[in-house]
């Protein structure tokens, strides 16, 4: 069975920092791209950042370039997300959640497992 | 960049059927999902491929796609299908979620 375990999320500062962490199990990590994608208190799904299944290709949604990073560790089966110079409206609810595709964006993707969200609030 | 425009709201009576429109430029030309969301639950995958469907779910949720429209369509609609229903499509390095519609059965 395949399980996606979130952690990191928290209360932090605008300008400051944090690191999520998506722990995965039941399927072979490396085989597949992942994803962060994140939801604001009452509103839709923000796809925010993919990786590829060997770390190499990396995307990143408009509005968290150049200040959030993508990474993974497929030795030890988790995923990151870097959140730096962190604004109010990054505030919401991020999800990882797993491709069925090595390469993002390949022909045929689509998301079949999501874990259940770790919390970000970005105040003063 | 690529948006991907839902009805903000659908409203069905029991036994009848849903339908939720996903517009994109093209959108015909890439595959489209299409993901349930329950209140307080995370999204679950209901359609792939712009017409396949996960094992699990049942029958009465079909899909398809053609020129600038992906529609999810939700036969005998049951009070369980209660949510919010998002499509998505990937466009140019980027994935891309509609703005989701909420599905009520009255």
Redesign the interface.
């Known amino acids: 069975e395949v399980q996606l375990l979130e952690s990191g999320g928290g209360l932090v500062q605008p300008g400051g920092s944090l690191r999520l962490s998506c722990t995965a199990s039941g399927f072979s990590f490396s085989s597949y791209a992942m ?1 962060w ?1 994140r939801q604001a208190p009452g509103q ?4 925010v950042s ?1 990786i590829g299944g060997s770390g190499n290709n990396t ?4 509005s968290v370039k150049g200040r959030f990073t993508i990474s993974r560790d497929n030795s030890n089966n988790t995923l990151y997300l870097e959140m730096n110079s962190l604004r109010v409206e990054d505030t919401a609810l991020y ?1 990882c ?1 797993k491709d ?1 595709v090595v390469v ?2 390949a ?6 497992s ?4 770790t919390p970000v609030t970005v105040s003063s | ?1 690529y948006a991907l425009t839902q009805p903000p709201s659908v409203s069905v009576s029991p036994g009848q059927t849903a339908t939720i429109t996903c517009s994109g430029n093209k959108l015909g030309d890439k ?1 489209t ?1 299409w ?1 349930q ?1 329950r209140p307080g639950q ?4 209901v359609i ?2 712009d017409n396949e469907r ?1 094992s699990e779910i049942p029958e009465r949720f079909s899909g398809s796609n053609s020129r600038n429209t992906a529609t999810l369509t939700i036969s005998g609609t049951q009070a369980m299908d209660e949510a ?1 229903y ?1 499509c ?1 499509a ?1 466009d140019r ?8 519609t909420k599905v009520t059965v009255l």
């Not at chain 1, 995307?59 to 408009?62: G, L, N, P, Q, S």
């Not at chain 2, 980027?94 to 989701?100: A, C, D, L, M, Q």
């Open positions: 994803n994608v839709g799904l923000e796809w993919a995307f990143y949604a408009e999800y959640a069925v993002p964006g022909p045929g993707f689509y998301f079949d999501w874990g259940q969200g | 960049s595959y999902s993901y969301q995370s999204p679950v995958l792939f491929r996960p919010d998002y998505q990937w390095y980027t994935y891309v979620f509609g703005s989701g």
